[in-house]
Structures are given as structure tokens and as C-alpha cells.
């Protein structure tokens, strides 16, 4: 075996491993060596004292991902260790007999750069790293040895890809026989459809399978908007509860399209009644509703990511402010608002304050009924704050 390449960190600059959060970023480094794209190498501080393993790539600024904090081999069984360990975590949260979870999630789990998820019986795996990417092959026999029946396909997509020097989009099948898609899923009891051949992401948002079920507790009688509904998970909850009304607002007529279906999976009746779904930018949208007085009893705002890197924190809190100022002038006194950020850069803090900003603005009252985050099957690991990347707040309006 060849001598593992050692990568010196700066004079001070070793206190994020030494508290071990898993990153290292080119400025930390005395040198940025010219070796190939996702090495295995050994970080050590000025002192040349190891500090941790991971993998390097020159290219992008987050240069380094630390796999582990020994210096044990990066190997077959180390990788299978700690797919049994995320395995384990999941059977501990009660969800191995269940239909679909997230059994990987990148560092929280100790594997950066991996996700891997479960939909009935096909695994659907997200590469974002050059270092996860030469690790693959192996992941995949792992796989394939704990799920011997399961269809497994890399989705890969995302922008990270393209900075570690990896092909920006992959879609292939990595073992087993190509299934007929979408496939169906069951979720808090109801059935969904996913595709994770074609739908965003890896085909379907888990994270927020605990919040929809929470959504069902107020959702009976009411006038429901769910802005940036995609498929509709928010909505099928609110009219299996016995929701009034529910506007659907998205940009995408085919994730319209696939609420509908949703809503006939389910044996949810008089949908065309039910269900008005608005396709369309949000925003204005939002506007055209607030400048016709429209109401509502019940708002879901779940928006996509606004805020990708730090450098858009404050253009992406004006973006939040923006649609959650909109909703809570559109909310009736006693009304509900269950609003999100997906965005790993705006803190539970700072979330707090762009809403309280945006009711200052609406003119509203409100008090905070709950606190809310992502699924525990998207753990967050206490040396990682930004594995807590979903923020919500379930708001009564006075």
C-alpha cells in the first residue's frame, strides 16, 4: 500500500478539526499539493501532528472531508461499518420496517459527499464528492449485499458536482432490474408516487414526512394555501383531514399534474372542487392573492432553497421575508402558518428574525406553537451545525 499523502494545515487553523467538524478549506492549508481529485490523505497541523483522515481535492474551496478521526484504513469493511451503523440508526428510530427513509445522510452520518435513500424496494444513491465518487464502487457492493432484492440507481445532481470536477448530472442504474416508474410509496399511511429516474432530487422530500403529519392537525374545515407545493405532500395531508379548501401554488404543471394523482391514489373525492392548483411564479402570485384580499385558515410555505452559498444570506432572507410577509397578511386571525428554510446558511436564529421581521411588516401578531425541523432519519450531528439544514415554525396569528 502506498504511504498516505500528508496535507499540513496553518498555525491556528486546525481548532474546526480539533473540535471535529468534518471540513477543510483551501485557506486553512499551508499548500494546496496538486494530487488527483478526491486522494485519501492524512490532515496534520502545522506541528506535523495528525490531526484526522479524509479525502482532498484541490479544486474546490471546500478542499478537504475528513472520514476519520484515526488513522485506521478507508477500506471495504470500514465503508460497511458505517452503513450498518446509519442502518442502525434508522431501525432505532423505527423505520427499517417501514416503506421509505433516508438510510445515508453525507456527514451526519460519516460518509461526506453520500446520500443514500430507500423507496419501497429501490435505493436511490447521490454522489457529491470527488473522494465519495472513488468510493463508490465499493458502496455499491455493500449495498447490494444488504439489499439483495432492491433496484439500485445513482441519481447524482446538484452544483457541488461540478466544482469537485465530477460530470454535473448521472442517472444510471447501478444494480438489479430497471423497474417500471414512478414508484409507489407509503408515507404516514398515504400513498405517494416517486420517480427517481426523473422527479428532483432523489424523487421525493423525506425530510418533511414528520411536518406533514403535523399539518393534519389543523388542516380540518380549514381554507388551505400550500405555496411551493411540488407533488403535494402538504396538501394530500390537509385533505385527508378534512381541509375546506386547498390552493395549490407551484411552477411546475407536472408536479400539478402528479397532486392530482396523489389525491386519487388516495380516495380523496371531489378533487376538481377540492383542489385549485395555481401553476406559476409564487411570488406574484402571492401578490395577486394579497391584492384581491384573498384568506386563508391554514398556509403551508415551503419554498426552495433561496440562499445556496453565504454570499446570498441577505438577498435569500429578503426572499423569505418577502413570502411569509405575504402570507401573513393573507392569514385570518387564529390562522395557522407552517413556514420553512431548506437552506443550510440561514440558522434557526436567523429564520426566527427574518419572520418576526415579516410579521412587523404584515402588521400581525403571532405566537410560535412549535418549533420544527427535519425528519430524524436526516440526523443532525452536534459537530456539524449545518447537518440541521430544514427550519421551521408552526405560527398562530392573534
Same mark, same amino acid.
Given at each position: 500500500?502506498?504511504?498516505?499523502?500528508?496535507?499540513?494545515?496553518?498555525?491556528?487553523?486546525? $481548532?474546526?478539526?480539533?473540535?471535529?467538524?468534518?471540513?477543510?478549506?483551501?485557506?486553512?492549508?499551508?499548500? =494546496?499539493?496538486?494530487? @488527483?481529485?478526491?486522494?485519501?490523505?492524512?490532515?496534520?497541523?502545522? %506541528?506535523?501532528?495528525?490531526?484526522?483522515?479524509?479525502?482532498?481535492?484541490?479544486?474546490?474551496?471546500?478542499? /478537504?472531508?475528513?472520514?476519520?478521526? #484515526?488513522?485506521? *484504513?478507508?477500506? $471495504?469493511?470500514?465503508?460497511?461499518?458505517?452503513?450498518?451503523?446509519?442502518?442502525?440508526?434508522?431501525?432505532?428510530?423505527?423505520?427499517?420496517?417501514?416503506?421509505?427513509?433516508? +438510510?445515508?445522510?453525507? *456527514?451526519?452520518?460519516?460518509?461526506?459527499?453520500?446520500?443514500?435513500?430507500?423507496?419501497?424496494?429501490?435505493?436511490?444513491?447521490?454522489?457529491?464528492?470527488?473522494? !465519495?465518487?472513488?468510493? @463508490? &464502487?465499493?458502496?455499491? *457492493?455493500?449495498?447490494?449485499?444488504?439489499?439483495?432484492?432492491?433496484?439500485?440507481?445513482? $441519481?447524482?445532481?446538484?452544483?457541488?458536482? %461540478?466544482?469537485?470536477?465530477?460530470?454535473?448530472?448521472?442517472? $444510471?442504474?447501478?444494480?438489479?432490474? +430497471?423497474?417500471?416508474?414512478?414508484?409507489?410509496?407509503?408515507?404516514?399511511?398515504?400513498?405517494? +408516487?416517486?420517480? &427517481? !429516474?426523473? /422527479?428532483?432530487?432523489?424523487?421525493?422530500?423525506?425530510?418533511?414526512?414528520? =411536518?406533514? #403529519?403535523?399539518?393534519?392537525?389543523?388542516?380540518?374545515?380549514?381554507?388551505?394555501?400550500?405555496?411551493?407545493?411540488?407533488?403535494? /405532500?402538504?396538501?394530500?395531508?390537509?385533505?385527508?383531514?378534512?381541509?375546506?379548501?386547498?390552493?395549490?401554488?407551484?411552477?411546475? *404543471?407536472?408536479?400539478?399534474?402528479?397532486?392530482?394523482?396523489?389525491? =386519487?391514489?388516495?380516495?380523496?373525492?371531489?378533487?376538481?372542487?377540492?383542489?385549485?392548483?395555481?401553476?406559476?411564479?409564487?411570488? #406574484?402570485?402571492?401578490?395577486?392573492?394579497?391584492?384581491?384580499?384573498?384568506?386563508?385558515? +391554514?398556509?403551508? !410555505?415551503? &419554498?426552495? %432553497?433561496?440562499?445556496? =452559498?453565504?454570499?446570498?444570506?441577505?438577498?435569500?432572507?429578503?426572499?423569505?421575508?418577502?413570502?411569509n410577509r405575504l402570507a401573513l397578511q393573507m392569514l385570518n386571525p387564529g390562522g395557522i402558518l407552517a413556514t420553512f428554510s431548506c437552506s443550510a446558511h440561514m440558522t434557526a436564529d436567523l429564520f426566527q428574525k427574518v419572520i418576526f421581521g415579516a410579521a412587523t411588516d404584515a402588521l400581525a401578531d403571532a405566537h410560535i406553537l412549535?418549533?420544527?425541523? #427535519?425528519?430524524?432519519?436526516?440526523?443532525?450531528?452536534?459537530?456539524? &451545525?449545518?447537518?440541521?439544514?430544514?427550519?421551521? @415554525?408552526?405560527?398562530?396569528?392573534?
Amino acid at each position: 500500500m502506498n504511504p498516505i499523502p500528508q496535507i499540513k494545515l496553518k498555525p491556528k487553523k486546525d $481548532r474546526p478539526l480539533q473540535l471535529r467538524h468534518p471540513w477543510v478549506f483551501s485557506g486553512a492549508l499551508t499548500a =494546496n499539493p496538486s494530487i @488527483l481529485p478526491g486522494s485519501l490523505v492524512d490532515f496534520v497541523n502545522d %506541528k506535523g501532528n495528525f490531526l484526522a483522515r479524509g479525502y482532498y481535492n484541490p479544486n474546490p474551496s471546500l478542499a /478537504g472531508r475528513v472520514l476519520s478521526w #484515526q488513522k485506521e *484504513e478507508i477500506d $471495504r469493511p470500514f465503508l460497511k461499518q458505517r452503513i450498518i451503523k446509519a442502518q442502525e440508526l434508522r431501525k432505532f428510530l423505527g423505520l427499517t420496517s417501514g416503506d421509505s427513509f433516508r +438510510l445515508i445522510s453525507s *456527514e451526519a452520518d460519516g460518509l461526506p459527499g453520500l446520500i443514500v435513500e430507500k423507496f419501497a424496494s429501490c435505493l436511490v444513491v447521490q454522489v457529491l464528492s470527488a473522494g !465519495m465518487n472513488q468510493l @463508490l &464502487p465499493a458502496i455499491a *457492493e455493500i449495498l447490494m449485499e444488504l439489499y439483495p432484492d432492491s433496484l439500485i440507481i445513482e $441519481r447524482s445532481e446538484d452544483a457541488m458536482r %461540478k466544482k469537485e470536477g465530477l460530470t454535473q448530472s448521472v442517472s $444510471r442504474v447501478i444494480s438489479g432490474e +430497471l423497474i417500471s416508474f414512478p414508484i409507489e410509496i407509503v408515507e404516514n399511511g398515504l400513498k405517494f +408516487l416517486t420517480d &427517481p !429516474m426523473d /422527479g428532483q432530487k432523489t424523487g421525493f422530500y423525506l425530510d418533511q414526512r414528520v =411536518n406533514r #403529519q403535523i399539518i393534519r392537525q389543523y388542516a380540518k374545515g380549514k381554507r388551505v394555501l400550500d405555496c411551493f407545493s411540488y407533488t403535494g /405532500g402538504f396538501s394530500v395531508n390537509a385533505a385527508v383531514a378534512g381541509a375546506q379548501s386547498i390552493t395549490a401554488v407551484d411552477q411546475s *404543471e407536472w408536479a400539478l399534474n402528479r397532486l392530482e394523482e396523489h389525491c =386519487n391514489l388516495n380516495g380523496i373525492k371531489n378533487t376538481d372542487s377540492l383542489i385549485d392548483g395555481i401553476c406559476g411564479d409564487a411570488f #406574484q402570485i402571492l401578490r395577486d392573492m394579497q391584492t384581491s384580499n384573498e384568506k386563508f385558515d +391554514l398556509i403551508i !410555505m415551503d &419554498p426552495p %432553497k433561496f440562499i445556496k =452559498n453565504r454570499s446570498q444570506v441577505d438577498r435569500g432572507s429578503r426572499g423569505y421575508k418577502d413570502v411569509n410577509r405575504l402570507a401573513l397578511q393573507m392569514l385570518n386571525p387564529g390562522g395557522i402558518l407552517a413556514t420553512f428554510s431548506c437552506s443550510a446558511h440561514m440558522t434557526a436564529d436567523l429564520f426566527q428574525k427574518v419572520i418576526f421581521g415579516a410579521a412587523t411588516d404584515a402588521l400581525a401578531d403571532a405566537h410560535i406553537l412549535q418549533y420544527l425541523n #427535519q425528519a430524524p432519519d436526516h440526523p443532525i450531528l452536534m459537530t456539524v &451545525p449545518e447537518s440541521y439544514y430544514l427550519n421551521g @415554525l408552526l405560527l398562530r396569528k392573534t
